[in-house]
């Protein structure tokens, strides 16, 4: 399998005529070649380190940014040069130099990096007390599989804020899910969660300088779901209710890489459990008892936004599977996390 994507590399290389009509080219290959073992090849292509909220002040831009893997392409056979190897070694350090800036030691070793000018390719990697590199190798099946396990080790994303409202902003598809879902529910809503809408409303009210009915904005986006209900105060409580579930299901996962005794996250068990066993997650998570299992008392005990816990069905607990399948996409540990 491997073999066929050597010759499309080589043939690819061979035509080429710049680095830019190469990256092009490699890109839908790389793309293709990681898909075969399960990876979906997203990359931030030539965005600056700070506007990815990597860097406070790195204007730089990366080829190509993908999990925790910078990787830049050069023009065709380039790196048989010595004088530019070093200089494109010297750029693939500046940008891991910047992006691991608070932790030289810990957070290095989750990063790294890769030049590529389609005959040739190299990898730099941190030892614990500063960048190595390794190669030039010609592309063969042996480099094509260490750059996959790249990719497969480090295709975690960074946890940014950026990052998070790709992923979980309003119109992400995760979002669009569990909140239509949870509008379905609240416009036939069990007793209970009447109750605590209620008084959610009223205190809201109490606090906002303009009525809910004040929204069309708000409403001619649910419009655009196909949200039936016209009531933007269901709306809202909709959308307050899964950002409450995106932070505290984000907390979880954050102590999860501080706690030395956890194994799996909540985030993974719920990712892959029974419709029964997820609602006995999320109850644990909203009355407590997980964060006491943490030895954490008083973070949540069953606010107004823990009615969804009441409301089972298969197509809530699939979007909040989403929801949690999708935080998984990221690496807790990460350490720069841009306010």
Known sequence: MLEQFVKRIAETTRRAKSEASLQIKLETILAELLSLYGIDYQPSVNETLSSQGLSQVDSTRPDSLFGHVVLDYKAPGLLK?????????????????????????????????ILWDGASITFCHSDGRGWQWSGPFPVSEASLLRLIGNYRALKRKPLTARLLAQSFGKESDVARAAITTMCDHLSKPRHRTTMLY?????????????GLDQLPALKAWA???????????????????????????????????????????????????????????????????????????????????????NERSNALAAAIQEVAAELLQFEPATSLIKP
Not at 101 to 108: I, Q, Y
Not at 202 to 209: H, I
Not at 235 to 257: D, G, M, R
């Open 81 to 113: 040069n010595t004088k530019e190897l070093r200089k494109a070694k010297r750029q693939i350090t500046g940008y891991l130099d910047n992006v691991t800036a608070k932790d030289r030691v810990t957070e290095a070793q989750k990063w790294a990096g």
């Open 198 to 210: 209620r008084e959610w409303k009223r205190l809201f009210e109490q606090v906002s300088t303009f």
């Open 223 to 309: 419009a655009s779901l196909g949200i039936a209900t016209k009531d933007a105060s269901q709306i809202l409580f909709a959308i307050h209710s899964y950002y409450a579930l995106v932070v505290k299901l984000l907390t979880s996962e954050l102590l999860t890489t501080i706690n030395p005794v956890a194994v799996e996250s909540i985030c993974q068990q719920m990712a892959n459990s029974s419709v029964a066993r997820l609602y006995q997650l999320l109850a644990d998570l909203e009355n407590g008892n997980y964060w006491h299992s943490l030895r954490i008392s008083n973070f949540l005990e069953g606010d107004f936004f823990s009615w969804y816990t």
